[in-house]
């Protein structure tokens, strides 16, 4: 057991195609997208930062240098806009380049998710750390005093001191999108896991249980990474990871407050843009 309860690194896996989204995605990253005037990605380090997280490694491949771009000074561009009432919509990215470090590591063949977390050891080493999809974006309502999706699960860590999973029930007919758990309610919310399942058919899912992209990990999942075989569609899955983790020690599985969006898909995408319009952009205005 790491001898921190504190979460100080959060991994993001970006390396995908995300074909969903061609053209759009041809050259540029899913994770640029923008949600109103803010890409996803950037959302996602803001929510680490909320959860206390400031060091940042993304997990990159070809075609993802915006990303990089985007976390780094534009000189000219601010140089041109320095004194002008223009200066504040870079406000919040400066904070959050001011207060975080940003790590890149490349995943040079895209074996799946679970790859892309092996991927990010080397900066991890040997200590619990988050893991963002910054795809699945989570919000709370602009006048609430809670935290997004992964300051829940980072004030969970501290009480309980093992891999925690942020879960949603969703429709069965939607399950076979997602990884889902088996498991004993052992708090109001919070589930002991027991067993998950990658992409079930309905009739095959063991509940309706929904594995979201926020995690927090306990560095043994490396050791069952690199024991996991490449499971459905050749991908290295981080549920048959999470699934061997949770046979030896403790996985917990949360139901956060709040929304969620999934931005991977152009439904979800649409849904989170009109949903910032109305509630964070227009009441910032
Ligand atoms: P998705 O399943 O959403 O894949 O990956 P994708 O490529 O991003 O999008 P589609 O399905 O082609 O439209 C879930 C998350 O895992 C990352 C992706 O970047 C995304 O954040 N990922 C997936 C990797 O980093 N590496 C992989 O090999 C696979």
Sequence with gaps: MSATNV??????????????????TKAMPKEMLPIVNKPLIQYGVEEALEAGITQIGFITGRGKRAIADHFDNNYELEHQIKGTSKEKYLDDIRNVM?????????????????????????????EPFAVILADDLCAVPTDSNELRALGQLAAL??????????????????????????????????????????KPKPEDAPTNLAVIGRYILTPEIFHYLRNTPPGRNGEVQITDALKLLAQDRQVLAVKFKGRRFDCGSVEGFVEATNYYFEHHYKSAK
């Excluded at 925690?164 to 939607?174: F, S, T």
């Design 7 to 24: 979460i100080r690194k959060c991994l993001f896996p970006a390396a995908g195609y995300g074909t969903r989204f061609l053209p759009a």
């Design 98 to 126: 001011d207060a975080c470090d940003f790590v890149f590591m490349r995943q040079r063949k895209m074996l799946g998710l679970g790859h892309a977390i092996l991927t990010g050891e080397p900066m991890i080493g040997n």
């Design 157 to 198: 860590y501290k009480r309980y001191q093992c891999s925690i999973i942020a879960i949603e029930q969703v429709p069965m007919e939607d399950i076979e999108s997602y990884g889902v758990i088996a498991g004993e309610e052992i708090a109001d919310g919070i589930y002991q896991v027991t067993d998950m399942v990658e």
